[in-house]
């Protein structure tokens, strides 16, 4: 008996090893953990991308950011201020309850109602005047003016179960505050796992701040099902300790693996690295208002207000070399602020050629033939190798005569000092969320005007009437070919007078053991259920 009993033992313990074994369990290394699960809470692409897992939006985007069917699956304009939307038939959320028109007003609704968000969702739902539902299935939106962007700007809202709030009576959104509604789950709700009901790839397990989150597969996902019974995600926000995790075995796969150390994964026969070009542009911004900036020096009139000066400024820049010697090849050289292939990019504007020759000539022409002085602010912990480019750009500018300072900080103080408009001229980046122009011209560049949402990351005081009202004409037009030929128009507008100087579209590096694969985002997401065994 005792023989037979060791026998039968031994027996189910390796049926039970090979079943751990035969497991598909996925562990994955973040470069940055994200503040929180409420997919509301927190516009920022580690959370946005951590929401894709367990939730869906209306409208999907794709690994190029160009619009798919998701829980809708149709929508189309009846008129100028009318979007319908065709719901999915079948969905269920991961608790087993069905997906209707009501969860989607719902979640529209929660969006200006949650505390406390460090940059929210609101702006994605500004220009929705009105909602209604004919139907379990059909979702009718109404916009105030022409509004075309209404399918992108919903691909950015996550869909949650109306069931996790309470109701007074029926839902009725409404613009100044939806009625109905008696309480909207907190953002603790979605971190202990309480309201991570939904409809996405994979179900909420555990969320332990600082160590892991973890996700099973859900079973009954509508779309295609994920490689992956378990997923990990492991915050490792230290380059070295990420790399060292990978090739130690204790992740399959990291996020960012740092340029400098991409020659030595890549000759490892058991990594794979995989990479494309972003959505994220790295600029140069400089102040062009009327008043000399207290970071000029030597001038009695602000220099930057020339465009002769900002075009000497962006010629002086060798953006090839920058690329191959500090970016390692992680970087394209850029002369526009969105990447190609996304919409409204501009295939006739060149880069800049690297010609201090000219560069100076144009600051003479200007009447800064001996140059002057600036202080170029940065941040030193928020781009890929942003200090170093920063320093790069310094010495360049100095060699035509324009003598240049570096003020580098970390993010949060130099985010907080651009606020400020503390820096004559800065380096920084711009994701476009939106995957399409109109997200860093509309941002970036427009003339400030807080009614029209315009230039909220306008801190440079750049003004262009010309490109406004270009980019104005392309955001009320509905037809697709003609806004992207408004967007490039607008776009031609801005670079000839070099409004703002783009040095490089940054290329995002995923590394991951050789049995998977992934392909490259360019909105820089990492997501598990594209993550598949290598074939």
Known sequence: MRTALIGTTALMMGLLAA???????????????????????????????????????????????????????????????????????????????????????????RVPNVPNSPSAFTIYMKSIESMETPDDMTVV?????????????????????????????????????????????????????????????????????????????NADYWGDKAAWDTVTFKPIPSDGPRVAALLAGDVDFIENPPSQDLP???????????????????????????????????????????????????????????????????????GQLISPGLFGHNNDIKVDPYDPKKAKALLAEAGFPNGFEITLGSPNDRYMNDEKVTQAIAQYWTRIGVKTNVDAVTKSVFFSRRGKKEFAAYLAGWGAGTGEASSPLKSLVACRDKDKGFGTTNYAEYCNKQMDATLTEALA????????????????????????????????????KKSITYKARVDQQTMAQDIRPAK
């Not at 562990?27 to 929180?36: D, Q, R």
């Not at 209306?58 to 149709?74: F, K, M, Y």
């Not at 037009?477 to 507008?493: G, N, V």
């Open 19 to 109: 079943s751990a074994a035969n497991a598909a369990d996925l562990k994955i290394g973040l470069s940055a953990e994200p503040s929180a699960l409420d997919p509301h809470y927190h516009n920022l692409v580690p959370n946005n991308a951590m929401a894709k897992h367990a939730f869906n939006t209306l409208v999907e985007q794709d690994e190029n950011q160009r619009l798919e069917p998701g829980l809708a699956t149709s929508w189309k304009a009846l008129d100028d201020t009318t979007w319908e939307f065709k719901l999915r038939k079948g969905v269920k959320f991961s608790d087993g309850s069905p997906f209707t028109a009501k969860d989607v007003v719902f979640s529209i609704c």
């Open 141 to 217: 939106v109404k916009t105030a003016t022409p509004y075309p962007l209404l399918p992108t700007d919903l691909s950015t809202i996550q869909v949650i179960a109306a069931e996790t709030g309470t109701f007074s009576g029926p839902l009725v959104f409404k613009k100044s505050g939806c009625e109905g509604v008696t309480a909207y789950p907190s953002t603790e709700d979605f971190n202990s796992g309480k309201a991570m009901i939904g409809t996405g790839p994979f179900k909420f397990k555990e969320f332990v701040k600082g160590d892991r989150i973890v996700m099973t597969k």
């Open 264 to 334: 030595r994964l890549k000759s490892d026969k058991n990594v794979r690295i995989v990479d494309g070009l972003s959505n994220r542009v790295i600029y140069v911004a400089l102040n062009s208002g009327p008043a000399v900036h207290p970071g000029l020096k030597g001038v009695d009139k602000n220099p930057l207000a020339d465009p002769k000066v900002r075009k000497a400024l962006s010629l002086a820049i060798d953006r090839k070399t920058i690329d191959a010697r500090i970016m390692n090849g992680q970087a394209e050289p850029a």
């Open 477 to 512: 037009t509905i037809d697709d070919a003609k806004r992207e030929k408004l967007l490039q128009k607008a776009m031609a507008e801005v670079m000839a007078d070099t409004g703002m100087v783009p040095v490089h579209f940054e290329k995002t590096p995923w590394a991951m």
